[in-house]
């Protein structure tokens, strides 16, 4: 039983697209994480929120809390915003950390 | 400002062995987590120190362990590696405690291959 799903699990797109990746999650969270990962293994941290939505430049990020879902989106895709997406929840129980198991990204010119 | 750095990127370590990797965080943060990556499992979460302590553990067993120092810089070992054990060990920084108070930090991760 996973306790966070993405979907979905690779995604192309043409440059310039929207694209929406979506995040559900089953148990009680405190915070939850977008994290980008690029080949070779590097990830960085897009957006921790809680509630409502986050906007860094092209990238928008959302949660839904009643009804445990995340989704980001990003506007004018690029080429180099091909990577593994990554969605994370910080749960309440134990103080435990889950993984989706990612979306793979990859944006054609 | 440095990122948070892991030590060595790349090891390879046969069956029965002990390996010791560390992580040196982001100046003034005093949360380092810590993370397996493998293909089958996905990412992972092992632990979280905050202040020398351990503060929780995720689902692995006791050959997997860390410590804090009192400059937050952190060190987990693996004892009796198996072959399963092979992955990408990544670590995190924040600067406060409970993996849900800021943005995590992640260093470039170390690499284990057991043989």
């Known amino acids: 039983k996973n306790e966070v799903e993405q979907s979905p699990q690779n995604l192309t797109a043409q440059e310039g697209e929207f694209i929406t990746i979506n995040c559900s999650y089953s148990?009680?969270?405190?915070?939850l994480h977008w994290l980008q990962q690029h080949p070779g293994g590097g990830i960085v941290s897009l957006f921790m929120?809680?509630?409502g939505k986050k906007k860094h430049g092209r990238l928008i990020a959302t949660i839904n809390i009643q009804e445990k879902h995340s989704s980001l989106h990003i506007t004018a895709s690029h080429p180099r915003d091909s990577a593994v997406y990554i969605c994370?929840?910080?749960?309440?129980?134990?103080?435990?950390?889950?993984f989706g198991t990612g979306t793979s990204l990859t944006v054609i010119p | 400002k440095a990122g948070v750095t892991q030590t060595p990127r790349y090891l390879i370590k046969t069956r029965g062995q002990q390996v010791t990797l560390s992580c040196s965080p982001i100046?003034?943060?005093?949360?380092v987590s810590w993370y397996q990556q493998t293909p089958g499992q996905g990412l992972q979460f092992l632990f979280e120190?905050?202040?020398?302590?351990?503060?929780n553990k995720g689902n692995f067993p006791g050959r997997f362990s860390g410590r804090q120092f009192s400059n937050s810089r952190s060190e987990m070992n693996v004892s009796t590696l198996e072959l399963g054990d092979s992955a990408l060990y990544l670590c995190?920084?924040?600067?406060?405690?409970?993996?849900?108070?800021?943005?995590?930090?992640f260093g470039e991760g170390s690499r284990l291959t057991v043989l």
């Open positions: 100046s003034g943060h005093r949360s």
């Open positions: 148990v009680g969270i405190s915070a």
């Open positions: 120190y905050f202040s020398e302590t351990q503060r």
């Open positions: 995190a920084s924040s600067l406060e405690a409970g993996l849900n108070t800021g943005e995590l930090f």
């Open positions: 994370a929840v910080t749960a309440y129980t134990g103080n435990q950390f889950y």
């Open positions: 929120l809680s509630s």
